[in-house]
């Protein structure tokens, strides 16, 4: 499924807060990718917090992004993010 991304929040505990182009609002943990490549750069919190809406996906100050596709697949919406 591809929907574009319009907006992104960093939150605590490595948590971005996504809300697609359909309006649906969804949480990622990016903990478990803090560990491999080119994300161990994010561990750091200043850097993590550099995050931004780029064309329709997100990016951070690094140049590190995630493909949309990825955003929506691996995150939960956020009445499910809450219950847990």
């Given at each position: 499924?591809?929907?574009?991304?319009?907006?992104v929040v960093p939150?605590?505990?490595?948590?971005?807060?996504l809300t697609f182009e359909?309006?649906?609002?969804?949480?990622?943990?990016?903990k478990p990718y803090l560990h491999r490549g080119v994300f161990k750069e994010?561990?750091?919190k200043a850097m993590f917090n550099t995050v931004?809406?780029?064309?329709?996906?997100v990016a951070w100050k690094?140049?590190?992004d995630l493909a949309p596709e990825i955003l929506y697949e691996k995150s939960?919406?956020?009445?499910s993010a809450k219950q847990h």
């Open positions: 499924m591809y929907i574009g991304i319009t907006s939150q605590d505990n490595y948590i971005l807060l359909n309006g649906e609002q969804r949480c990622l943990d990016m994010l561990v750091n931004r809406v780029s064309y329709d996906t690094n140049e590190i939960v919406p956020v009445n």
